[in-house]
């Protein structure tokens, strides 16, 4: 089985390291090379999406994609959907977990100078997970912009912030996956802020997404339908919705660090 061949003169992959399998070493060699090149990079991403599908179950393929032992930042790990997304990603990869209070390291993701000294701290990654984020939930009728702005600056900007450092700090291939949920499109009571918030960020993966393309980065975002494990806290504003797991969650993020598309959007629900 074969990739496609990449023929075009530029780019730094020759059609004989992308045969596989009988020379995955220099594959692998390949696909870890700065292919920064916009173009050569999605061409590569889209052949090798292309071999993964076809060769569906190979475990070595996680080895092949550079997935094993990624380094991966999560902000959030000590959370409900936080814990689940650290179980998953944990099993392959080095994780370095980050929370306001507890984790490997501290962050407040409303403070500038706290996440520009959490990248001074953790250094250079393959991938940065958010998975943190305080929204306002109230009546519009007396809604006021102070509560309106509790979503903007903790989960909107929290996350912006947090993804404007990270793209500084990524390997060759990096990524950076956030986290919107549910009412970005199915609205809920009560759930304005919860709403433009949530869809704001979905935005700016979208927009940011077209920037970090060529630089051979990508940033997705995970929006999950209310979590069984939050139904006790949350569960009277999603009548009629049908929660799921934050372990089904996690397999998003995980879609997303060691997948291959960008400006998506993944939703669990
Ligand atoms: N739970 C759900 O049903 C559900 C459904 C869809 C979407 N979501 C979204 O998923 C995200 C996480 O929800 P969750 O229920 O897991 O929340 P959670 O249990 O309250 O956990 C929040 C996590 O974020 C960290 N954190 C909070 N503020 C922070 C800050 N300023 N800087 C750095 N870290 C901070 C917390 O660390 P500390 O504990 O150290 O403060 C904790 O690890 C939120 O964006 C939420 O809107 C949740």
Redesign the pocket.
Known sequence: MYLPTITDDTATCSAAALKLPCSTTATKACMQRKVSIGNHWFAICKAYAGYRTAAAGADWLHVLSGASRMKILL????????QAVATTLGTHHQLIR?????GDVQ????DDASVQALFAQVGTVDAVVA?????HFGPLGSMTPAQFNVGLQ??LL?QVRLALAAQHHLTAGGSITL?S??VSAQPIRDGANATAVNAALEGFARGAACELLPRGLRINVVS????VE?LAD?GAYFPGFEAVTAQRASLAYQRSVEGVQSGQVFNVW
């Open positions: 902000v959030g790990a000590s959370g409900t959907l936080g980050a929370g306001r209070h507890g962050v407040d993701l409303t998975t943190t984020g305080k929204l903790d989960k929290g986290t949920g549910i999950p339908n209310v979590l939050s949350y």
